[in-house]
């Protein structure tokens, strides 16, 4: 899509700008929660404007309950033929409403791309990574949709850090995930959760896991475990643990907001305690660390092809350290 760029100055811009379409037509929770981060610096931006998410799936208007700058969510059907009309009815919201910015979160994604050309806008933005900016974590899924919109608009404020995942958990959700872990655990403190399920080749054998809880058991005798389990209802540690099952997104969130930490492979659940201010360690083994590592404060990426897994559980005692500590240093990738 050929990009529109800003000549103007960036006061009447903002003045100009009511109205923005986000276009993120895909239903998979870590996907969605990627698309957080454009959501704040849109707020932070234009804070006046009113913004219109096409998403894809059921979960979106879950995940951005809390967001007060989202007018609208339209959300398509996961499978249109079983619910044609209203799969039309999202295609014609974008088509005859008329918008001051659209904004397609990913390039590459050909349905985005279809709406972003449909879509009636002023101006329109195709987010993609630029191997010429160097910035940090350029690459990444949910950094390079902002630096794009900042070099789109010509905004002033490229040293700024990228927001973070974000759920915007409320006291009461947090509270409420408290309970739910009281009920489960002989301890309350110093609570590390452990997500054993990843799909396909993204999830480690139970072999693997039960190697690394050893070695985790023995770096953290003072630490209470418990396992978040997936729909699938399967555990790579065999059920070992105190579990949590929870079909509720944001209960989820909820509970691994009062973790120490959360521990699992790459996944969608691996985003959302991210998204809900948890120190997360994510294991990658086939995807890449750069498009989808956690980098919310204190977490750390880890390439498990690269360890053994007791030099992954000191990895983990380490930033566990730096964060007690509360030092500044952060380790994004190992």
Not at 129 to 142: A, I, N, P, S
Not at 258 to 276: P, Q, V
Not at 305 to 323: G, M, P, R
């Amino acid at each position: 899509m050929q990009e529109n760029y800003v000549n103007q100055d960036f006061d009447a811009l903002q003045r100009k700008i009511k109205t923005i379409l986000v276009i993120r037509p895909n239903h998979r929770v870590g996907n969605l929660l990627l698309v957080t981060p454009l959501l704040q610096e849109i707020e932070f931006q234009f804070p006046h404007a009113k913004i219109d998410l096409f998403a894809k799936g059921n979960i979106a208007k879950i995940l951005f309950k809390q967001y007060g700058s989202l007018d609208e969510i339209i959300q398509l059907p996961r499978k249109p033929f079983k619910d044609f009309w209203n799969y039309l009815k999202g295609w014609f919201k974008i088509l005859t409403k008329k918008y001051d910015l659209v904004i397609n979160v990913n390039e590459s994604s050909k349905s985005g791309s279809i709406a972003a050309k449909l879509a009636r806008g002023t101006m329109k933005l195709s987010c993609r990574t630029d191997t010429k900016l160097q910035l940090d974590g350029y690459k990444h899924m949910g950094k390079y949709p902002v630096y794009s919109l900042r070099f789109f608009i010509k905004s002033n404020v490229h040293d700024r850090d990228v927001p973070y995942l974000n759920l915007k958990l409320s006291e009461g959700e947090i509270e409420r995930g408290k309970v739910l872990l009281d009920k489960i655990l002989p301890r309350k403190e110093k609570i590390i959760c452990l997500y054993t399920f990843a799909t396909a080749k993204k999830m480690h054998s139970k072999e693997w896991w039960k190697r690394f809880f050893d070695e985790l058991e023995k770096l953290f005798p003072d630490h209470t475990f418990f396992e978040l389990l997936p729909k699938e209802n399967v555990s790579q540690l065999d059920f070992k643990l105190p579990t949590i099952y929870s079909e509720d997104l944001r209960e989820m969130g909820g509970i691994l907001a009062n973790c120490k930490c959360f521990i699992g492979a790459d996944s969608g659940i691996m985003h959302l305690a991210s998204a809900s201010n948890t120190p997360t360690f994510g294991f990658f083994n086939v995807t890449d660390v750069e498009i989808y590592r956690p980098y919310n404060r204190g977490s750390l990426a880890i390439d498990t092809t690269q360890y053994e897994v007791s030099d992954i559980a000191k990895l983990i005692q380490q930033q566990l350290k730096l964060i007690e500590n509360k030092d500044d240093v952060i380790i994004s990738q190992a």
